[in-house]
């Protein structure tokens, strides 16, 4: 079953990050974190057990992501997965958002669930909001997929203001392996009143 986290949810999610969080799947969450964001959680529940878990949070008007996506390793291969990932989507889509990203290692697993792989330099918020201050900017090793709640999204995703994608590509350039040097974070996001509502 799938259904929305509880409170009383916090713990087992925290447990369940944490057991891929120490295999740098996903990041660390402390548990005061969880409990404030309970109600961006689903939860997969098999037996009266949390298995599986994910979260929702909207970035912008249009673009929300799906993170903090687990399922035990004893419930793998039986769909919890996609539901919770189909849940995120729906809600993001109940609330109008077009696009739902993720920054994944596994692009693969995210192909076969209507994700499509996209430039992480036009994710502006992402950038903007996370990855900017992340010790990992320099070498990251995560793909940015996209799957489009609406018709046409994610192209219009892809195809932003050149301007806007290169001063976001300067703080973290797509595919940064083997890059040497700290990039000034000297850029202001400007890019914030190009695309309002
Ligand atoms: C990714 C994860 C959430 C999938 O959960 P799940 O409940 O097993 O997913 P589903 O049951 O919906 O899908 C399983 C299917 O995906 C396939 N699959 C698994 N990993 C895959 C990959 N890297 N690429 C392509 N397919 C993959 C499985 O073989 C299985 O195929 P089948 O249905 O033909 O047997 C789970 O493996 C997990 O928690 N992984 C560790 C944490 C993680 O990486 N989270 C994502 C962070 S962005």
């Known amino acids: 079953m799938i259904r929305r986290a509880r409170p009383s949810d916090a713990p087992a999610i925290h447990a369940l990050v944490h057991r891929y969080a120490?295999?740098?799947?996903?990041?660390?969450?402390?548990?005061?974190?969880?409990?404030?964001?309970?109600?961006?959680?689903?939860?997969?529940?098999?037996?009266g057990q949390v298995v599986g878990c994910a979260a929702l949070r909207i970035w912008w008007h249009d673009l929300a992501e799906v993170r903090s996506l687990a399922v035990a390793p004893e419930a793998e291969g039986h769909g919890y997965g996609a539901r919770l990932v189909d849940a995120v989507a729906a809600?993001?889509?109940?609330?109008?958002?077009?696009?739902?990203?993720?920054?994944?290692?596994?692009?693969?697993?995210?192909?076969?669930?209507?994700?499509?792989?996209?430039?992480r330099a036009v994710l502006y918020h992402k950038v903007w909001g996370d990855c900017a201050s992340c010790p990992k900017r320099l070498a990251c090793?995560?793909?940015?997929?996209?799957?489009?709640?609406?018709?046409g999204a994610a192209e219009r995703l892809a195809n932003p203001d050149p301007r806007v994608v290169a001063r976001v590509a300067h703080i973290v350039p797509p595919r940064a392996e083997g890059t040497t040097g700290s990039p000034a974070l000297t850029v202001l996001p400007t890019f914030v009143h190009l695309d309002e509502p």
Do not use: H, K, M
Request: proline residues 8%.
């Open 141 to 151: 090793d995560e793909v940015a997929v996209v799957r489009p709640l609406r018709p």
């Open 91 to 119: 809600e993001a889509a109940r609330f109008g958002v077009s696009n739902l990203f993720a920054l994944t290692r596994i692009p693969g697993w995210f192909g076969r669930n209507g994700f499509q792989e996209i430039d």
């Open 22 to 47: 120490g295999r740098d799947l996903l990041l660390p969450r402390p548990l005061t974190d969880i409990y404030e964001r309970i109600r961006d959680f689903w939860v997969a529940v098999d037996g």
